[in-house]
């Protein structure tokens, strides 16, 4: 069956451009989950939805990252006016629990910011 | 704060040479500890989730134990295709905002020589 799936799968931003990163859960996966893992890093929490509901978004670093899961599927995660700083792998992963137990991830997206 | 410190961060064996890796945690009212395994360029992949004390799981060549401060997780006659890094991951209980965040650690890389 199908896994989780993030697109793109490499992106390379100029400093001060918006990127725009998708995650396709599983299909009826409850909760979604996303993380930004720096090289040698542990994922760090960015995000959480349960459904289309974002019920903790205290990881996010700025007020320049925002995500959004409108129907309680597919997830967006924007950043605006990207910094070096952001650049890093960003993962998101889905569960069937609400309380994300087990989690499934997908291959990430490496955003470079130049 | 919630704290988690994986040892070693980076452990070289032989085929067959059986060793423990190590997750330490501090945190109040743990939830769930949980081990992924991850290989580079992928997302982590679920192995175990263990809730309390004295709780054990296997999975062919590996084996997690939990206690009230710690987790190992025993390799057993390893091969090379067990190389990759091992992260686990604490989640605390549900808060008043009602959500679980995980935190990672660092994770450790195994590389195991044929």
């Known amino acids: 069956g199908a896994g989780v799936s993030q697109s793109p799968r490499y992106k390379v931003a100029k400093r001060g451009q918006d990127v725009a990163l998708r995650c396709d859960p599983i299909?009826?996966?409850?909760?979604l989950f996303w993380y930004q893992q720096a090289l040698g890093q542990g994922p760090e929490f960015l995000t959480y939805?349960?459904?289309?509901?974002?019920?903790?978004k205290s990881g996010l670093p700025s007020d320049r990252f925002f995500a959004e899961r409108p129907e309680g599927s597919v997830s967006t995660l924007k950043i605006q006016r990207t910094q070096q700083e952001d650049s890093a792998v960003y993962l998101c992963?889905?569960?069937?629990?609400?309380?994300?137990?087990?989690?499934?991830f997908g291959p990430g997206t490496r955003l470079t910011v130049l | 704060e919630d704290q988690v410190t994986q040892s070693p961060e980076a452990l070289r064996l032989q085929e067959g040479e059986s060793s423990s890796l190590n997750c330490s945690y501090t945190?109040?009212?743990?939830?769930?500890l949980f081990w992924y395994r991850q290989d580079p360029g992928k997302g982590p992949e679920f192995l175990f989730t263990?809730?309390?004390a004295g709780e054990e799981k296997e999975k062919e060549r590996l084996k997690a134990t939990l206690t009230k401060k710690e987790s190992f997780l025993h390799i057993t006659a390893p091969k090379p295709e067990d190389s990759a890094t091992y992260l686990c991951?604490?989640?605390?209980?549900?808060?008043?905002?009602?959500?679980?965040?995980?935190?990672f650690g660092r994770g450790t890389s195994l590389i195991v020589h044929p």
């Open positions: 992963a889905s569960s069937n629990t609400q309380g994300g137990n087990e989690q499934f």
């Open positions: 299909s009826g996966h409850v909760s």
């Open positions: 939805f349960q459904n289309e509901a974002q019920l903790d």
């Open positions: 945190v109040s009212g743990l939830r769930g």
């Open positions: 263990l809730y309390s």
């Open positions: 991951a604490v989640q605390v209980t549900l808060t008043s905002g009602g959500s679980y965040i995980p935190t």
